[in-house]
C-alpha cells in the first residue's frame, strides 16, 4: 500500500508563475520529509527538506510547506522556470532506520 | 567524489535470461538502497543494506531477484530468470547514519524482450 501519495501525474505551468505540487502520507509516525527532482536519463537529486517541528522551509525559489494535522505537504516554486520541468518526487521517513518511502512522481513541464 | 555509480547504463536482453545490475556507493555511505522506478508505483523500495548486511528485502517482488552485498564498495542486484514484466528502470542509491536522505545513481534502464 502506497504510504505516500502523489495524485497528480502532471502540471503545467507558465514561465514566471507558482508551481504547486503536493503530496499526502498516512503514516503518522513520519517525521521528515523530502522533494526530489529528476531529470530524464538521470537519477533523482535532492531538493529541499522539512523536518516536522517545521511547517515551513524555504530554499530560494523553493518552499516546502508542512501540514501535520492533513498529514499534507507541498513544493512551491516561484517563479517556475523552464530549467525546473522534471519529475518530482515527494518522500518520507519515520525515525527508525534511514528508510524513505517515495510517492508515484509528478511530472512539471514549465511553458516558455 | 564520483557519486553512486552504477552499470551498465541500459541493458537489453531476452526473456529468461540472467541480468545482473552493478552499483558502487560513495565511499564512507554505510546504507545501500535499491529501487525501481515504474509509472504505476513510482520509486519502489526493494531491498536495503546497512553495513553490507540485508536490513529489509521485503520489496524484493520474487524469488527471481536476489541482491548481494558483499564488501562496503560493491552491490549488485540479479534478475534470474527474467521476465518482460521486470522492465524498468533501476536505482542504487547510498547513504550514512547521521543524513536523511539519499544519493542516486544514474540508474539502469532495463528492457526485457
Known amino acids: 500500500d502506497q504510504q505516500v501519495k502523489q495524485n497528480s501525474p502532471s502540471l503545467s505551468v507558465q514561465e514566471g508563475r507558482i508551481s504547486i505540487l503536493n503530496c499526502d502520507y498516512t503514516?503518522?509516525?513520519?517525521?521528515?520529509f523530502l522533494w526530489y527532482k529528476k531529470y530524464p536519463a538521470e537519477g533523482p537529486t535532492f531538493l529541499i527538506s522539512?523536518?516536522?517541528?517545521?511547517d515551513k522551509n524555504e530554499d530560494g525559489r523553493f518552499t516546502v510547506f508542512l501540514n501535520k494535522s492533513a498529514k499534507h505537504l507541498s513544493l512551491h516554486i516561484v517563479p517556475s522556470q523552464p530549467g525546473d520541468s522534471a519529475v518530482y518526487f515527494c518522500?518520507?521517513?519515520?525515525?527508525?532506520?534511514?528508510?524513505?518511502?517515495f510517492g508515484t512522481g509528478t511530472s512539471l513541464t514549465v511553458i516558455p | 567524489d564520483a557519486g553512486v555509480i552504477q552499470s551498465p547504463r541500459h541493458e537489453v536482453t531476452e526473456m529468461g535470461q540472467e541480468v545482473t545490475l552493478r552499483c558502487k556507493p560513495i565511499?564512507?555511505?554505510?546504507?545501500l538502497f535499491w529501487y525501481r522506478q515504474t509509472m504505476m508505483r513510482g520509486l519502489e523500495l526493494l531491498i536495503y543494506?546497512?553495513?553490507?548486511?540485508?536490513?529489509?528485502d521485503s520489496g524484493m517482488p520474487e524469488d527471481r531477484f536476489s541482491a548481494k552485498m558483499p564488501n562496503a564498495s560493491f552491490s549488485t542486484l540479479k534478475i534470474q530468470p527474467s521476465e518482460p514484466r521486470d522492465s524498468a528502470v533501476y536505482f542504487c542509491?547510498?547513504?550514512?547514519?547521521?543524513?536523511?536522505?539519499?544519493?542516486f545513481g544514474s540508474g539502469t534502464r532495463l528492457t526485457v524482450v
Open positions: 522539512i523536518s516536522s517541528i517545521k
Open positions: 518522500a518520507a521517513s519515520a525515525d527508525t532506520g534511514n528508510q524513505f518511502y
Open positions: 565511499s564512507g555511505h554505510d546504507y
Open positions: 542509491a547510498s547513504s550514512f547514519i547521521g543524513t536523511r536522505g539519499y544519493t
Open positions: 503514516n503518522s509516525m513520519f517525521d521528515y
Open positions: 543494506f546497512n553495513n553490507n548486511v540485508p536490513i529489509d
